[in-house]
């Protein structure tokens, strides 16, 4: 979603800028001259790649959380084989074989153990592009899966539903997300705008920028990111610079109530977070900034939050 990944518990946590060299075999070292002609036909795909998928795949490994996420609501969480070490939902999913980070890193050796038959990734980058190579010499197809809108959620899991077998259990799931984000667009639509600063983490301080999808979330609850306009999806970003902005909410991940408490402090510090000003709600990173069905009931979450705040500023 972000040139900052998602991975739990945040963005921090796995960037393309702290990228790791991954580790590899010569047999992967000695293919990566064909790693320009890997790109799958159904990179950012949506349902339409997926439909024209050939098979029904049985042994499936992720290398992202919100993808593991995915498979389970579609109803597919039976064909996991393995997944990475942030996928920690549903309960099911800390069980699972773990093969690397899937950001910074994939131990090939262990993918390799696992035998499946379909690699599921984020994005052409990083540690997917390392094994890519590796994968295509085994015949295994890499494919990806990264929404860009909030549509895109419901029509991805469709799609995984068509692609390992569980159709019916796939529409259902994307049907009752379809309905979520229709209401809350019912809702909110014509709700006053409010600004808001996304605080990604603070120390660095990271700010989202031009990100669609959560853009889109913003938009659908009758928010306006303050750094919406930016050239980066992602972008670090000095505390006075948000002061001067003054956004009417500030948006800080914070996945408890003491995480939230200090968040507050911090921004109350440099005169923002009270009554008559920003107000500052925490947000839990995991279900917002990962790309999967959970962001939904946090864009509802995010929708009672602004409309929180508008209540407090007409008083």
């Given at each position: ?32 001259a ?28 992720t ?9 389970f ?130 120390s ?43 956004p ?44 999967g ?23």
């Amino acid at each position: 979603m972000l040139g900052l990944r998602r991975d739990s518990p945040g963005y921090a946590r796995a960037t393309p800028s702290v990228e790791k060299r991954t580790r590899r075999g010569g047999r992967l070292s000695r293919c990566r001259a064909r790693l320009a002609a890997l790109v799958p036909a159904c990179l950012l795909a949506g349902l339409p790649a997926w439909a024209a998928a050939a098979g029904t795949a049985a042994r499936v490994v992720t290398l992202a959380p919100h993808i593991t996420e995915m498979v389970f609501a579609a109803g597919a969480g039976h064909t996991l084989a393995g997944t990475v070490v942030s996928s920690n939902y549903p309960d099911a999913a800390r069980a699972l074989p773990k093969v690397g980070d899937g950001a910074a890193s994939v131990n090939a050796e262990a993918l390799v153990r696992l035998k499946p038959d379909l690699v599921l990734a984020w994005h052409a980058s990083g540690a997917a592009a390392a094994v890519a190579p590796l994968l295509q010499s085994l015949g295994v197809p890499l494919e990806f899966l990264a929404p860009a809108r909030l549509d895109d959620i419901p029509d991805q899991i469709e799609g995984l539903g068509k692609r390992l077998g569980t159709q019916e259990k796939a529409q259902r799931a994307a049907s009752t997300l379809r309905d979520k984000l229709r209401e809350l667009r019912r809702r909110y639509a014509d709700r006053p705008p409010v600004s808001v600063f996304i605080e990604i983490g603070h120390s660095p301080l990271y700010a989202v920028g031009k990100d669609a999808l959560l853009n889109d979330a913003l938009h659908t609850c009758g928010g306006a990111n303050v750094f919406g306009d930016s050239a980066f999806a992602a972008l670090p970003i000095g505390a006075e610079h948000i002061v001067q902005k003054h956004p009417g909410v500030i948006l800080a991940a914070a996945a408890t109530p003491q995480q939230e408490r200090q968040a507050k402090d911090r921004w109350a510090a440099l005169g923002l977070a009270n009554p008559t000003h920003t107000q500052v709600y925490g947000i839990d990173p995991d279900t917002l900034f990962r790309p999967g069905p959970r962001l939904i009931d946090a864009t509802r979450d995010l929708c009672r939050k602004l409309e929180d705040a508008r209540k407090k500023t007409r008083h």
